[in-house]
């Protein structure tokens, strides 16, 4: 929002009515999209974890990457002496062989890998279940040369790095043809992921995986088709090529196309039937035929393996990178499809930046019922680190429920049940440092960008912000989300200091004390933050316990104080009612709502306390909130 909104300390009153199904939604979809109407139930209870496998744990460090598994992310080759980093390792302070090309840390960090594999996640399964997760959402594991796997190597395969025998598995795929779904067969990481999907499933848990529809990389077998046989090339249509190599010139090089956002090593598959000029947003268009048919072999493959009509042994879903680049005709397809395999696949789109960094898209055009269930929301999290962390400040509590409210708009109730939202994730910075820096929100986040920064271990004052974030998150309407290391403290700038390996309490890291840019900085000791830790797991076990109401009851703004950063909220299902009292400023206050019956504080723990003449009066110590529960 680029305007402010005139505070006021009365209270406002705004009632959201969550109906569970949509039958009394107005319908904005056209008729041959009624059957994909509904979105998938469970995704209204699910509790998010989302996990970027290279750096979450190493479980089997006989497939750590070697120089030939990392070819091909640019044109460059990899440092002398390369090597993975040691899992503990000083983030800033360079290996030997980044040390000796002579860049400095960020011009040679894409270069790092950790080891991070499937093994390393089943390994954890037993601390996601104890945290209280129900939902794992994983960054792409297709295979690829990076850390981050948005640039496929192919998409039909589970990385090689990810699973016990990677040499193995490069062979079986180069026997195969790519275009010819019967020629595929199963290799050793494809065979860990669906074991892990499986236990996943027996545990009660869903997932989810990362795909992006929109860019490939270099080593794609399909771009590598193409840059050996140019025009001639039977994929020659397939991606965004402005202009083939003459072979008449032969001292020069004409070949030029669309990569994502100017990367020359994410080349853009072709979209057809777009208006022209018009590259992002809510458009017309599809892709290629023969783009269309992979992704939907590709699809089918993970969504039900077996190929017997029951999706039970597949993934639970897909989360789709850089959403609003590919037009939504091939989207509107791609949920039909992905229903008549899984009627209860769950779709979220990254829909974010319009104009980066002032405005964000309005993602209902994508919420209509034949496209998306939920977007990542990050237009939630942006107004709630204003408000509570003053990060930019100069939001009032009134403001900020306006701005929840608009964002509401043009969204039917069962899309916002199961939106994803979201503190952080592996494109922003960790949510402590986000808290830590009062900045705008992903706008100079970088020691690169700012050189006052902060990339140290946030205070206690940021934890305590945290938390009120943390409480309005996992009480309010949509599934929250966890970007995996927030809930033991890590900290870290924008990408790709974010990507920092996991910090696990059985593992030994040596101190951060270095500054990429060799600027004095404090030394900080890393090991998980146990008191955030356990502040999320009672907050879990809080909202898990009182799952319908959060997830299905309405919401009611109760007060909205601006002279005392004061915000309230109630939210009811049937007899079931709840009050969220947040105090955003650094002194004590006690606040009186509209009350009936007798309530206990839920979180923190409390004693019961009884409403008299029909208000409940509680009192909020300086940055924290309560959740009042009525018996």
């Known amino acids: 929002m680029r305007g402010r909104m005139p505070g006021h300390s009365r209270s406002i009153l705004v009632v959201l009515a969550f ?9 904005q979809q056209p008729a041959d999209a009624a059957a994909n109407l509904e ?15 290279e750096r979450f744990r190493n479980g089997d460090p006989s497939n750590d990457p070697t120089v030939h598994d990392i070819a091909g992310v640019t044109d460059q080759a990899a440092p002398d002496g390369w090597r993975p980093t040691p899992w503990g390792h000083d983030w800033y302070r360079q290996e030997r062989w980044a040390a000796a090309t002579g860049k400095d840390f960020y011009g040679t960090v894409t270069f790092r890998r950790y080891g991070g594999d499937l093994q390393g996640v089943m390994d954890q399964l037993d601390y996601l279940q104890g945290l209280g997760v129900t939902a794992l959402y994983l960054n792409p594991v297709n295979d690829a040369p990076s850390l981050h796997k948005y640039d496929a190597r192919n998409y039909r395969h589970i990385d090689r790095n990810f699973g016990p025998d990677p040499r193995g598995d490069e062979a079986r795929t180069a026997a195969e043809d790519p275009t010819d779904p019967a020629t595929w067969s199963w290799t050793a990481a494809d065979s860990l992921f669906l074991a892990l999907v499986e236990e996943v499933h027996r545990r009660g848990m869903r997932i989810i995986v990362d795909y992006s529809w929109n860019h490939t990389g270099i080593t794609f077998w399909a771009w590598r088709d193409i840059l050996a046989h140019q025009r001639g090339s039977r994929f020659a249509d397939w991606y ?9 010139t032969r001292d020069t090089n004409e070949f030029a196309y669309r990569g994502w956002v100017g990367v020359p090593w994410l080349p853009e598959w072709k979209k057809i039937g777009r208006p022209a000029g018009e590259t992002h947003g809510a458009i017309d268009g599809n892709l290629v035929p023969g783009v269309r048919d992979l992704v939907f072999s590709v699809t089918r493959r993970w969504l039900d393996p077996n190929g017997d009509g029951d999706p039970s042994d597949g993934v639970d879903g897909f989360r789709l990178d850089v959403a609003e680049m590919v037009p939504l005709g091939f989207w509107r397809e791609y949920r039909r499809f992905v229903r008549s395999v899984n009627p209860n696949a769950y779709l979220v789109g990254e829909i974010w930046w319009e104009q980066w960094p002032d405005k964000m898209y309005d993602p209902a055009p994508w919420l209509r019922g034949d496209v998306f269930d939920a977007v990542m929301n990050y237009r939630w999290y942006m107004p709630t680190r204003s408000f509570f962390a003053g990060a930019p400040p100069g939001m009032t509590a009134s403001w900020y429920a306006a701005y929840l409210d608009s964002l509401t708009a043009g969204i039917t109730p069962s899309h916002l049940r199961v939106m994803m939202n979201l503190t952080a994730s592996h494109d922003t910075p960790r949510f402590g440092t986000s808290v830590y820096n009062p900045g705008r929100y992903k706008y100079h986040a970088s020691p690169r960008d700012d050189p006052d920064y902060r990339i140290d271990r946030p205070d206690e004052r940021t934890r305590r912000v945290q938390q009120m974030i943390l409480t309005q998150q996992f009480t309010y309407v949509g599934a929250p989300h966890i970007w995996n290391g927030d809930e033991v403290g890590m900290w870290g700038a924008d990408d790709p200091d974010e990507r920092k390996p996991m910090v696990w309490g059985d593992q030994r890291y040596e101190d951060e004390a270095t500054h990429p840019f060799g600027r004095v900085r404090r030394r900080d000791r890393v090991a998980p933050d146990t008191v955030l830790f356990q502040f999320y797991r009672d907050l879990i076990a809080l909202r898990r316990q009182h799952l319908r109401l959060f997830a299905d009851g309405t919401l009611t703004w109760l007060l909205t104080d ?6 309230v909220y109630e939210r009811v299902l049937g007899d079931q009612h709840a009050i969220v009292a947040f105090n955003a400023t650094e002194e004590p206050h006690e606040v009186s709502v509209t009350a009936v019956g007798a309530y206990r504080i839920a979180f923190p723990q409390g004693d019961a306390v009884a409403v008299g003449d029909g208000s409940l009066t509680v009192p909020l110590p300086a940055l924290t909130a309560s959740v009042w529960i009525r018996d």
């Open 19 to 27: 109906a569970v199904g949509c039958a009394d939604e107005p319908s």
């Open 39 to 53: 979105v998938p139930a469970w995704a209204a209870d699910a509790i998010w974890y989302q996990i970027f496998v």
């Open 240 to 248: 965004e090529i402005e202009r083939f190599d003459d072979p008449a």
């Open 562 to 567: 601006d002279a005392r950063s004061v915000l």
